[in-house]
């Protein structure tokens, strides 16, 4: 990837060499923290990705040098994070009054041995700014999502919203229920001789 010429549009285009394919790095090679770079635009202080230009009060009219400075003074106090900067000039975050620590954490997770060249593991990129960003890398291939709350992590907040809960594992599958268990066949119950029989047989004896 690289930007495009125009620095205005604040796009990135595929930087396809002019001869043979794109060579993608292995997803061993993807963990490490200085191969992640930035490719979507920075959320702004206004809650947005871009500045909206600036409009003169009402009764006023601006000419294009004074509009032009207007927009200089808000690109200085909220300016856009150059697009492919890498993670590692992200600014620290503090998670006390004397330590800090890098705002995002790469890790392989699975199976991080290599058959052939192919890994099965898969990079974790997870941001600790806006908690609940996830980006994902496995042979050349890269995914995101984000499950939070849309608010950055401060260590001086003035308010603690709820983290979103953690993802259950799946529930154990159901076999259905046991086989019941075989009893053995009762036994017939033994003819009894009616009464009185032998009695009269002695006697026509």
């Known amino acids: ?46 809650g947005t990705t871009s500045l909206k230009q600036p409009e003169a009060p009402e009764g006023e009219e601006w000419d294009e040098d004074r509009m032009n400075a207007e927009m200089k003074a808000l690109l200085d106090s909220d300016p856009y994070a150059p697009l492919l900067g890498s993670i590692c000039d992200d600014a620290k975050i503090s998670v006390s009054k004397t330590l800090q620590q890098p705002a995002w954490c790469v890790k392989l997770m699975g199976d991080c041995t290599e058959y052939k060249g192919v890994s099965n593991g898969v990079v974790v990129a997870r941001s600790l700014q806006w908690s609940g960003s996830y980006s994902f890398y496995n042979q050349g291939q890269c995914h995101q999502i984000y499950v939070g709350n849309g608010h950055k992590y401060e260590q001086s907040a003035t308010f603690y919203p709820v983290d979103p809960p953690l993802i259950e594992m799946d529930p154990k599958e159901y076999d259905g229920p046991e086989e019941p268990t075989q009893q053995a066949p009762e036994k017939p119950a033994e003819a009894e001789a009616p009464e009185g029989n032998a009695d009269d047989d002695d006697q026509d004896s």
């Open 1 to 46: 990837m690289k930007p495009v010429e125009d620095s205005e549009t604040r796009e990135i285009e595929e930087n396809t060499p002019e001869e043979g394919d794109i060579v993608m790095p292995t997803t061993t090679a993807m963990n490490a923290m200085s191969m992640w770079v930035h490719a979507n635009k920075n959320i702004l202080k206004n």
